[in-house]
């Protein structure tokens, strides 16, 4: 339709240039058509007073457009309109013409696959009119480009099990620099694993002019599908830890039902739940709670059991790694009196292997009792005052001690502890804690995830009863019962405190995770944060210990809640050598990105150390490589590295300065190929458009492509000419004219005026 109105395709005026080649000059036309507008609004006011009266009004001007928009076309063809526009010149430009060849094109959709119907729609005739005009050159397009002599050559190979768009456009750009290149036509799903198509390469086919032809294949919403995105979970844990994974998805023709998610290791099942399926479209997410189990490297898969009618059941779930470390913690516990908070604080500790509470309470002014202590000389003198002696320690507990018990320099050691060691801090209330222990106007006000009350009296012995935040209803450390819901309910049942502490208002980057009723106000009881490489937290009761004992003997909430709160204090501590990759898992490709960050004995960046990866791979495969210091960056150490083969690989990080061994790190990752493939599987026409609009060419549907060989040939890339199209006699030009005359016909016939 378009062309038979306009009499030329899209793409002559898309691309084309509006001129005028009559021989006056523009500015008569414009003189003319100034006069026009006047002469018309001069006549039709004469004529004003023997008019009907229905036409004194806005009529009239409706009129005076019609008659001006008539003769300002009439004027305007008078001067002969055209466009100018680049064509390619027959058989002198080259169409490379590249197809989609990865595992998401060999998905069957309407009794066929997506590369077959993009082989038909080629050989339906589309090739052949562009080998009339044209030289063709064929390539298959996956994880890199490779040129093919016939569509045949498809049919008989095996899908590839990734696709890069952008890294085969850019191949193309290379291989072709020398030729004249006038367009590229890309049949695909646009599912791209790369991650999208970069700037650079956009920017080298806008450079040269060569338009990006788009054919998308594909639905562009999947019937029924359940696809799981992501599952967040630590890449680090503590043996025998309580870990939560955040499970993202969505489905498209299962609202409502009930699903199974369930998270494995290997075929052992950590964990399952039952879910309901939210909205078609709907990203929703899910908190799974498992055991981390035994130290090691875990590969857990997290899944959604496969529903009745489910066509792609290879992306119902996802494969996380965590590295699962049976290194001991030990937590300084500093308590200024004997209470009972003390007490059950300890005992809650001693079936955690993994953790360990050294404790010094005071028991006089200048007595400590110690406990769980390595050493007799251990805490002899007193809380730490150097660095190699409290930086021992991954987390540190203040009890009920007023903050001038600490010298200025020992105080100075903490803010380093939480702020350089990155170790944990969390202050107990008392009646000689908090705002009633001074710690508002110490040093350590800044460490507080609290805006402490400027007063004293903060404290009080009376009841409060204890209800989760919203936050705290999802949170690791206050999750006793698995589902949300009914966890917020099992706090509301807990026994009553006996004693609470106003801690002030939470500062902006706090997380207030459970709140006290008392009377008729709120207050927050646990609050979290953190700073710099390390966390605080403030807990404002000393009596939790009645959760133990005004519950049945078996009951484990207490023992539970102080675990989960100790471990979080401590898990995430770094030690001197801390070593990372972007993702531990790589999908069809094997670049990967190692990172350490090195820190002497004083945790100072270590900018001068020698920092080695030692990697083992699958099938004996083994290298050694050096990372070399970021200049921006003292004591971060950067290299990269390309893991040919999938599987699973183990690398030891180590540091040296001169003869001494500064620490050591293991990580794990895994290269999988193949996989990325079954996920969204849909058309990625979003991708498609935005890489044909870019560069200047058009997205199209398969049954439009017919149009495509007559569309094609106005490109300026390659070897061009330049042609004139006139306008003049375009249909459009006549059904206008009449149009316009018909309609001043009509309105005069109304308005009585004829």
């Known amino acids: ?29 414009a003189i003319f ?98 080998q009339k005009k044209f030289q063709i050159r064929l390539y298959r397009i996956d994880g890199h480009l490779a040129r093919i002599a016939k569509v045949d050559e498809l049919k008989t190979a095996a899908p590839a099990p990734a696709t890069r768009i952008g890294d085969g456009l850019k191949q193309l750009a290379g291989e072709a620099a020398d030729l004249p290149i006038g367009a590229v036509v890309l049949l695909s799903d646009g599912d791209d694993n790369s991650g999208g198509i970069d700037l650079e390469t956009i920017s080298t086919f806008r450079s040269r002019r060569i338009p990006v032809h788009t054919v998308g294949f594909g639905l562009e919403q999947a019937p029924r599908d359940v696809e799981v995105e992501d599952a967040i979970v630590p890449p680090r ?82 494969t996380r790694l965590v590295n699962v470390e049976s290194s001991k913690r030990r937590i300084l516990y500093v308590e200024g009196e004997p209470r009972w908070e003390y007490k059950f604080i300890r005992r809650a500790e001693q079936d955690d292997r993994i953790v360990t509470v050294v404790s010094m309470l005071r028991t006089s002014e200048n007595k400590i009792y110690r406990q769980g202590i390595s050493d007799p000389k251990e805490l002899a003198d007193g809380f730490p005052s150097r660095v190699e002696e409290l930086f021992d320690y991954q987390a540190l507990i203040v009890g009920s001690v007023e903050a001038s018990y600490f010298t200025a320099a020992q105080q100075e050691l903490i803010q380093q502890f939480v702020d350089r060691r990155g170790g944990g801090l969390l202050l107990l209330g008392g009646r000689a804690s908090l705002g009633d222990g001074g710690w508002g106007v110490s040093s350590l006000a800044d460490l507080l995830p609290v805006v402490l009350p400027n007063k004293k009296g903060t404290f009080h012995r009376d009841p409060a009863t204890v209800e989760l935040s919203p936050v705290g209803a999802d949170n690791i450390i206050t999750r006793l019962v698995e589902d949300p819901a009914r966890n917020a309910e099992r706090w509301k049942k807990l026994p009553y405190l006996m004693d609470y502490q106003e801690v002030g208002t939470p500062k902006p980057g706090a997380v207030v995770l459970a709140e006290m009723n008392v009377g008729s106000r709120k207050l927050p009881l646990l609050i979290t944060q953190n700073y710099g490489r390390g966390r605080t937290a403030v807990l404002a009761t000393g ?212």
């Open 33 to 130: 058509l100034l006069a026009a507008a006047g002469g018309l609004a001069w006549l039709i006011r004469t004529r004003l007073p023997q008019a009907s009266p229905h036409v004194r009004n806005w009529k009239a001007g409706a009129i005076w457009m019609l008659q001006f928009t008539m003769a300002a076309l009439l004027l305007i063809l008078l001067w002969q309109p055209a466009i100018l526009v680049a064509e390619l010149r027959p058989q002198q430009n080259i169409i490379a013409v590249l197809v989609d060849d990865s595992r998401s094109m060999a998905i069957s959709e309407n009794g066929a696959t997506r590369e077959s119907q993009a082989v038909k729609t080629l050989e339906s005739g589309v090739l052949d009119e562009l």
């Open 543 to 754: 009596g939790t210990w009645r959760w133990q004992m005004s519950q049945p003997l078996e009951d484990q909430t207490h023992e539970e809640f102080w675990q989960q709160l100790l471990r979080w204090l401590a898990t995430d501590t770094p030690v001197r050598v801390v070593a990372s990759v972007p993702s531990q898992m790589l999908f069809d490709d094997g670049r990967v990105r190692f990172s350490a960050e090195v820190r002497d004995k004083n945790y100072l960046p270590a900018a001068d150390a020698h920092v080695e990866a030692h990697i083992l791979g699958p099938g004996g495969a083994a290298a050694q490589i050096e990372l070399t210091p970021d200049p921006n960056a003292p004591g971060t150490f950067h290299t990269e590295w390309n893991a040919d083969q999938p599987g699973s690989y183990l690398t030891e990080v180590t540091a040296a300065r001169a003869n001494e061994e500064m620490g050591r790190d293991v990580l794990t990752f895994t290269r999988m190929d193949g996989v990325a493939e079954n996920f969204h599987t849909e058309q990625n026409r979003e991708l498609l458009e935005k890489l044909s609009s870019q560069t200047g060419g058009r997205y199209w549907k398969p049954q439009e492509l017919s149009k495509l060989p007559s569309e094609i040939s106005y490109s300026e890339a390659g070897i061009t000419v330049r042609d004139t199209k006139d306008l003049w006699n375009m249909p459009v030009i006549f059904f206008l004219i009449l149009l316009l005359r018909s309609s001043e016909w009509l309105l005069r016939r109304k308005w009585g005026v004829v």
């Open 1 to 29: 339709m378009f062309e038979f109105l306009f009499k030329y395709p899209r793409a002559v005026f898309s691309k084309g240039e509006f001129v005028l080649l009559g021989a006056w000059p523009k500015w008569v036309l």
């Open 237 to 318: 844990a503590l043996a025998d830890s309580r870990l939560a994974a955040k499970v993202s998805f969505h489905q498209r023709g299962y609202t409502g039902q009930k699903a199974m998610l369930t998270v494995r290791d290997s075929d052992k099942a950590l964990a399952a739940r039952e879910i309901t399926l939210a909205s078609d479209g709907q990203v929703q997410n899910e908190t799974l709670l498992f055991n981390a189990g035994p130290a090691g490297s875990k590969k857990l898969q997290f899944t959604i059991d496969p529903l009745p009618g489910e066509e792609n059941r290879a992306n119902n779930g996802v």
